[in-house]
């Protein structure tokens, strides 16, 4: 763009050839501090939705750092720059050039303190990115995490640069009652001489970077409310909605009070504004942002009533709800200086939603979920083309780094300094670090410091769990001396290479440990925590209390104190692990061995599928511990029960297939292991079924029991589905007084559509009827066929009157979940699965860059596969990187996956008949209560894709 000229740069504009790669060893500090920032919208509507007829005036007060001239260079991208003034000068000879504004020195004041003056137009209403000032639904609203700030205003968008926000908004009375923004509000009134428009002032007393900018203007209905804080503070609590959703907010309230109480009491942090604002919107990239007092959600993590919202739902909202208040210390207070730092914050904040979660409501039900998502996403990501370690080295687009690895890797990270320091320690530290770091943006290595100095001890080692991807294979081993009352366990540690990473140093690993009385069951070594520092180490426990000639059963890896991938040698024998299933004190590997147990089952027969063998009955162990588990209904907690009773998940049995996986197979033996269970215990399942069924009129509830019921009853009725006909799911579809139980049933009946096309289709019907075109409920009814359908089935939905590929929500409703959780038809032989989602690919790219390349991402696992699939999958790879004018964000995700090498998982050896006891089945149907917001399932007839509160996978944030 010439000196002087204005930037109008699309999203199909044509992205130069190579991308330019970030490293974080170019860190260096901005020669210029911000002291304070002054914002000025004029927000109005343009008889276009390309026309630029809102404006947004930025005061920038500038300070020289450092001695010398510079050229003062700022991000700028996407907007109609009108004016630049310094000193109340105009300047006329910047250059806007590859969205960077360079103001030369020349044209730069000698003086030490500067006033930056800019006006930029822009057109929300044709920002179809949903990044930087867009409209949704009628609304003015924003987001600027990572790199939106700078599609607003030239500024230094960097999460170092933090400064305080003064804000004034201008809008149409009418049309935009609603003004909001970060803080305080300071101002209201009618604007002179402009009769109909009015404004509001904003001010943040607290320095912030410009990542956490926020404003919304629309006409919204909300519900309001107060919170005491614990030093007698009253804050004013409000969530927005648009007027139709109000009935949905109560729950997102309730969430918003709990989630200050709980970090009031668990980590003495208060809320320091006097008013908090929450606003749902329905079109939004993410899952919702911490924006300084005022949070910005995505309407499928704040909406929530029984006819619209499953209990998934629930509990989704009220863990997001808290991870976004809780960034309000780890993420606003304390802020990353880089973005390479992405998981200083939200490592840390997923680590502080899950212990939230759990004290809330079961400990034990949410370990279990915050595992099972590690594995299903983080591992295979760990073992694939895009592994980085938590802090990544290098980027092109940031977008693409909010990653499970960055997020729930990171929140194991930090759950192994609590391990390492114990939970008292761990407090220690994290007030160490705010006291330290209150008001700054620091480093992975300063939290790391602060733990390290508040309890005295060395992590130097522990940095590796920062520089290092992969995940680390820990191997036991032990033996007793009985005559000298000790157990020599010893653990041994690996990691295979990653991209850029061959050789892999020994990580620090906390790895706790219990030791049991093989012949009693009884605890003889309560847990301990030991730490593997090297490739392999002996420790020697003492043993007391064990009975003659009996052996020690050691439980490892309790807690699943560390991400790693754990293994025995000898490996552990059926019956060692049903006696860890029946005595293990540790509930988490209670439900392992039982995990385990069942994905030997499934792997075998997936074997024998993939062979185009016959598949042979499960073995009667196996159909034996089923109906033992079933009959302790009743005794033990609902929740619990409904997992204990679940195979494990299509992504996670792909995951710990060996190479290649054959998808179909793994399909098909799933089905065939359900079907045998449920045909064994068909009697016992229809009575418990039955017994969990609500009677007619029966009160909603969201508590503990109630959801755990619902989850057990729509297990069973998953597991009958299976074998009998429609005539159950039906009659609990027609009486359904929840969502959690219409969709159940409904997700039953499209499954078994083939055979039963007239109750499928009358089903579909009827809620695609009751949903009365509510946005959250249409989702559901979308994702619920993408799930089953055929392709031509799932293009169909696409050319549905309720289908838009601008809104997120609805085009992942349907292609998410298609590429994610419809294993046979996307990995149909004839490659159309592929094809099909290629050219989404390259379709939403030209609208929404990081839609586009979260579905790209669907593709880097092609190795995995055998020949001919990953050879048509890295065919449309090669399509969609040479595609003219792919977006950085794209070119990065299909670049690498076609460059980089994966993870081999060594075929384990084929099963002959197993001693099974009690095991794990995965009821697709319904999600059982507490889960993870960053790893809740979205199921749909047997398959799952895994939604998170910054999208829906692949990609965070």
Known sequence: VPRGGALMSTAAAEAPAAPVEKFRKDYAPLPWEVAGIELSFDLNDGESDDARAS????TVQLTRREAGSHDLVMDCEDIDLRKVVINDVEVTDYEVADDVLTIPASSIPDDDNLVLHTVSGL???????????YKSSGMFCTQCEAEGFRRITPYFDRPDVMTTYRVRLEADSKSYPILLSNGNKVETGEVEGKPGRHFA???DPFPKPSYLFAMVAGNLGSIADTYTTGSGREVSLAVFSEHANVDQLDHAMVSLKKSMEWDEARFGLEYDLDIYNIVAVNDFNMGAMENKGLNIFNTALTLAKPSTATDADYSRIESVIGHEYFHNWSGNRVTCRDWFQLTLKEGLTVYRDQEFSGDLNSAAVQRINDVRSVRARQFPEDGGPMAHPIRPESYIAMDNF???????????VIRMYEALLGRDGFRKGMDLYWERHDGQAVTCDDFRSAMSDANGKDLTQFERWYTQAGTPTVTAEGTLDAAAGTYSLTLSQTCGPSPGQDAKKPFHIPIKVGLL???????????TTLELTEASQTFVLSVEGLSKDAEVVPSVLREFSAPVRLEYSPPLSDDRLAFLMAYDTDSFNRWEAAQKLAMKVVLAAAAESSSGAELSEPPVALMEAFGKTLASAGTTDNSLLAYTLALPALSELSDAMPVPVDPLALVAARKHVKKALATTHHDALVALYDELTPAPGAPFSIDGEAMGKRALRNTCLDFLNSVDGPARAKAQFDASECMTDKLSAMAGLVAMGKDHPAERDASLAKFYEDADADALVLNKWFSTQAGEFDLEGVKKLTEHPDFTWSNPNRMRSVVSVFAGANLCSFHAEDGSGYEYLAEVVVKIDKINNQAAARLCGVFSLWKRFDEKRGAMMKAQLEVIKNTEGVSKDVYEIASKSLVKTLRSVPRPPRMARMELRPTLFHAPSVAPPGTSSRGAEVQSGG???????????????
Do not use: F, H, M
Request: charge should be negative.
């Open 943 to 957: 398959c799952v894709v895994w939604a998170t509160s910054r999208g829906v996978v692949p990609g965070r944030k």
């Open 402 to 412: 909010y990653t499970s690895t960055v997020y729930e890797k990171g929140a194991e």
């Open 517 to 527: 009385d093989g012949a009693t069951g009884a605890e003889i070594a309560p847990t």
């Open 55 to 58: 404006t947004c005036s930025a």
């Open 123 to 133: 057109a929300p209403a044709a920002n179809l990115q949903l990044s930087g000032l």
């Open 201 to 203: 002032v904003w001010e």
